[in-house]
């Protein structure tokens, strides 16, 4: 059931972290992958490689997804690749931290445009291409709960989740799912050094003990995906080792 041969998956900021992650475990499961990046063409490249090299099928695909020419063009150029697109994940974003009292609207809109607007223009362009399939938006835990510095960010993923409900309504007698997957804290190298303090602040908090992997992340979206998930759409599945669950009073 979570054999994904013969289907197309684009991956949106597929170069590092939790989108390499994703895009590996796709391979694993049978489908060809569009690797997405905008700058880090050298890491997409060797991401390809390490996917063609354990017998998957990959290409890399450079966009700019602030606008959205560069969402269309892309998914028509992912598409075009293998005849069919089955699967998108909106994984591209990013996390800055900035305090609200002094955000200027320019970063504001920034950060909403690169993690929400970008799933929005590359969810409309896919729908047009797709036959049935997934859509799936990596959101976060902060939808629901923000931390400080992060109002835009957390506002995007909560306006995120939203989305992929709302789509889900409006997708749905198209044969195309739409769902969100929202992680806790994911590991990546040099985060502990960095971060100590909270690294260890999350290991007490989260009932399982430990920080997630890009793989945790990735095994939803492949089930997301996959036919097991056949009747879920318009749902958000936490991936946070149950930090959730943790009282907040």
Not at 102 to 107: I, K, L, W
Not at 117 to 144: N, P, R
Not at 197 to 225: I, S
Request: aromatic fraction near 6%; include cysteine.
């Amino acid at each position: 059931m979570l054999d994904l041969t013969g289907t197309t998956t684009l991956v949106t900021g597929a170069s590092g972290g939790i989108g390499r992650g994703i895009a590996l475990r796709f391979a694993e499961a049978g489908s060809a992958v569009a690797v997405h990046y905008h700058r880090d063409e050298a890491s997409a490249g060797a991401l390809v490689e390490r996917i063609e090299a354990a017998g998957g099928t990959a290409a890399a695909f450079a966009a700019d997804l602030s606008g959205d020419d560069g969402c269309r063009r892309l998914v028509a150029a992912a598409a075009a690749w293998t005849g069919r697109l089955d699967t998108l994940v909106n994984n591209a974003g990013v996390q800055p931290v900035e305090p609200l009292p002094g955000m200027s609207a320019e970063n504001w809109r920034a950060v909403l445009d690169t993690n929400l607007t970008s799933a929005f223009s590359c969810t409309q362009a896919a729908a047009e291409v797709m036959t049935g399939g997934s859509v799936v938006h990596i959101a976060s835990i902060e939808a629901a709960q923000p931390a400080p510095g992060h109002a835009h960010y957390s506002s995007a993923k909560a306006a995120l989740v939203m989305h992929a409900r709302a789509a889900a309504l409006e997708y749905g007698p198209r044969g195309i799912r739409v769902n969100a997957v929202s992680p806790g804290l994911i590991d990546r190298p040099g985060l502990g050094d960095d971060w100590p303090d909270g690294v260890r602040r999350w290991e007490q908090a989260a009932p399982l003990g430990r920080l997630g992997t890009p793989a945790d992340v990735a095994n939803a979206c492949v089930f997301l995906a996959s036919p097991l998930a056949a009747w879920i759409t318009g749902h958000a599945l936490t991936v946070d080792g149950g930090v959730s669950a943790r009282p907040t009073w």
